[in-house]
C-alpha cells in the first residue's frame, strides 16, 4: 500500500514539473513574440571616397551630398553627390578651407552651411562656409561666434540655421542662430538639459530635437526639443527606465543611451542609429514624435560603429560610413522601418 502511495505522488509530481514547463515555455515564447522588432536594412552602393568616419552630410532638395572626416591618417576634404535613385556617387568640388572631422552641416534655402571641427594639428575650428550646389562652389561667410569646437549638432528651420553644443576643452550646451540674409550670428536660449557632446539633432514640424551624447564619459538620458517661435526648450521623456509608475519605459533599459550617433526622418518617426554603448554599436531606436515613445527596430545589418553620418531624402532613411575601432568603413545602407528583417539586400 505504502508503496503504491509513493509512486502514485510521484506520478503527480512529474505531471505538475511537465504542466509547469509547459507555461514556461508558453510564457517564453509570448515573451519573444511581444519583443519581436520591425525594420529590414537593405545594403546600397557604397559610398565612392576613401572609407572615413566622422564626416557630414546635408541634402539640398532631392540631392544628397556627404564629405569630410577622418580616414584614419588623414582628414578630408572631398565632397560626393549620391544620386539615390541609381546608386551613382558624383565627385563635387572639394571643400577649400582646412580638412576636417566632426564637423556640422545645414541647409538653408537650397544652399548648404558647413563648419566648426578638428583639423590635423588638434585645432578647434569656427570657421563657416556655405556650399551653392548650382555652381558648385564653396564661399567663406562669417565665423561661428561661439568660438572653436567639435561634435556640436547643426540644424536648420525656416530661414535660420543653428549650432548647438559641442566640446571646445569644456563640455557645451550653448546655441547660436545663424543668418544667412546678414551673415551674422547671435545667441539663442542655451540647452535646458545637461552639457554635451556627440549627440544627434533631428528636425520636424518646426522644432528641432536634441538627444544622446555625453558629459564626463557619462551617456546622458535627457532629451529636449526647441521651438524657436519662442526660443525655448521643452523636456521630452527620459530615453531609460526611470518612471516606476507607468510601463511606457519597460523596454528602455540603459539601451537608448549613446554618443556619436546619427539620427534621421522618415514621416512622423525619427531614428536613432548605431553610436558608441561602451564601444561601437548596431541598435536602432524608433521614436514616435507625436507620442514621445521609443520603439526597438531591427538593428544595423552591417558592422557595429560609431561616426556615421544619416539622413533622409525623399522619405527614404539612409547611413553611410562610420567607424569601430581602427577599422573605418565606406558602405551605405538604407533603412525599411515596417518590413520584417530579410538576408536578402534589396
Same mark, same amino acid.
Given at each position: 500500500m505504502k508503496k503504491f502511495q509513493v509512486l502514485r505522488k510521484m506520478r503527480r509530481n512529474l505531471l505538475a514539473i511537465t504542466a509547469l514547463s509547459a507555461t514556461v515555455l508558453t510564457a517564453c515564447q509570448k515573451d519573444s513574440t511581444s519583443t519581436e522588432v520591425l525594420g529590414n536594412w537593405a545594403r546600397r552602393s557604397e559610398f565612392e571616397g576613401v572609407s572615413r568616419t566622422e564626416g557630414v552630410s546635408f541634402v539640398i532638395g532631392d540631392k544628397v551630398y556627404v564629405g569630410s572626416g577622418f580616414d584614419g591618417t588623414n582628414r578630408l576634404n572631398d565632397?560626393?553627390?549620391?544620386d539615390y535613385t541609381s546608386g551613382t556617387w558624383y565627385k563635387?568640388?572639394?571643400?577649400?578651407?582646412?580638412?576636417r572631422n566632426s564637423a556640422v552641416a545645414f541647409t538653408i534655402n537650397g544652399k548648404a552651411y558647413f563648419g566648426t571641427g578638428y583639423d590635423?594639428?588638434?585645432?578647434?575650428?569656427?570657421?563657416?562656409?556655405e556650399y551653392d550646389p548650382s555652381t558648385d562652389k564653396w564661399t567663406q561667410k562669417a565665423d561661428f561666434a561661439g568660438g572653436g569646437r567639435y561634435n556640436a549638432v547643426g540644424f536648420a528651420i525656416g530661414n535660420f540655421g543653428y549650432i548647438a553644443t559641442g566640446y571646445d576643452g569644456n563640455y557645451l550646451k550653448d546655441n547660436w542662430q545663424y543668418n544667412p540674409a546678414t551673415d551674422s550670428w547671435k545667441q539663442?536660449?542655451?540647452?535646458?538639459?545637461?552639457?554635451?557632446?556627440?549627440?544627434?539633432?533631428?528636425?520636424?514640424?518646426?522644432?528641432?530635437?536634441v538627444v544622446s551624447g555625453q558629459n564626463n564619459s557619462l551617456y546622458? @538620458?535627457?532629451?529636449?526639443?526647441?521651438?524657436?517661435?519662442? #526660443?525655448?526648450?521643452? *523636456?521630452?521623456? =527620459?530615453? @531609460?527606465?526611470?518612471?516606476?509608475?507607468?510601463?511606457?519605459? #519597460?523596454?528602455?533599459? *540603459?539601451y537608448i =543611451?549613446?554618443?556619436n550617433a546619427t539620427a534621421f526622418v522618415m514621416g512622423n518617426k525619427a531614428y536613432l542609429v548605431a553610436g558608441n554603448i561602451?564601444?561601437?554599436?548596431?541598435?536602432?531606436?524608433?521614436?514616435?514624435i507625436a507620442n514621445d515613445l521609443w520603439t526597438e527596430k531591427t538593428a544595423l545589418e552591417a558592422s557595429s560603429r560609431e561616426g556615421l553620418v544619416g539622413f533622409s531624402v525623399s522619405n527614404r532613411g539612409f547611413i553611410v560610413t562610420g567607424h569601430n575601432s581602427s577599422?573605418?568603413?565606406?558602405?551605405?545602407?538604407e533603412f525599411f522601418p515596417e518590413e520584417e528583417q530579410t538576408d536578402i539586400d534589396n
Open positions: 565632397f560626393w553627390n549620391f563635387v568640388a572639394a571643400f577649400p578651407g582646412t580638412a590635423a594639428n588638434g585645432n578647434k575650428l569656427n570657421d563657416f562656409w539663442v536660449a542655451s540647452l535646458t538639459g545637461s552639457k554635451r557632446t556627440e549627440a544627434v539633432a533631428f528636425v520636424h514640424n518646426g522644432l528641432a530635437y546622458l @538620458n535627457d532629451f529636449y526639443a526647441y521651438d524657436p517661435t519662442t #526660443d525655448s526648450w521643452t *523636456e521630452k521623456r =527620459k530615453i @531609460n527606465s526611470v518612471d516606476d509608475d507607468n510601463s511606457y519605459d #519597460d523596454e528602455y533599459g *540603459e =543611451k549613446r554618443s561602451n564601444g561601437a554599436s548596431k541598435t536602432v531606436w524608433e521614436y514616435d577599422t573605418r568603413f565606406d558602405d551605405c545602407w
